[in-house]
């Protein structure tokens, strides 16, 4: 049986500064210090380097969801982040999107997170703190859970 295995999206799978960057400067103003409420952002942006890739390869090893929170204040990023799962992730990854604000809420043996709120900090799992010196991209993740010689190339 595999191991359960969680992703966070944002700045993990996403790269949000993407949908920044792509953002009318006046409705940045607008929403500044709460970009993520901006209406349609989630739908502008891109994956973040290697993300695509090493999800591919985890899913071959781990029984793989993505755990997301979204913001309540936003009713477009719950739609335009399980389009963008379809659009970049596909099929490995259908039906296994979850939106939660209390993620020590789900079961499993790994939370991959950049940040330690909605419950991440509560994980019973082991967190892997995405963008710290000991997991800083996706090689250092793969590197820890999948041996080198164990990797399925994509």
């Not at 400067?25 to 890739?53: H, N, Q, T, W």
């Not at 940040?115 to 993740?141: I, S, Y």
Request: net charge negative.
């Amino acid at each position: 049986m595999k191991k359960i295995l969680y992703v966070d999206m944002d700045d993990v799978l996403v790269d949000f500064q993407s949908g920044i960057d792509k953002t009318n400067e006046d409705v940045c103003a607008e929403y500044a210090d709460r970009l993520d409420e901006v209406p349609g952002i989630f739908s502008l942006m891109k994956p973040l380097l290697g993300a695509v890739d090493a999800y591919k390869q985890l899913v071959v090893e781990f029984d793989t969801y993505i755990l997301s929170t979204s913001p309540w204040e936003n009713p477009s990023a719950w739609s335009d982040k399980l389009i963008w799962v379809k659009e970049y992730l596909g099929e490995d990854a259908r039906k296994r999107l979850i939106l939660t604000h209390n993620k020590d809420l789900n079961i499993g043996h790994f939370l991959v997170d950049d940040r330690l709120k909605n419950g991440a900090d509560k994980f019973k799992g082991e967190l892997l703190h995405f963008g710290t010196e000991k997991f800083p991209d996706w090689n250092a993740v793969l590197d820890y859970l999948i041996p080198k010689e164990g990797r399925h190339l994509t």
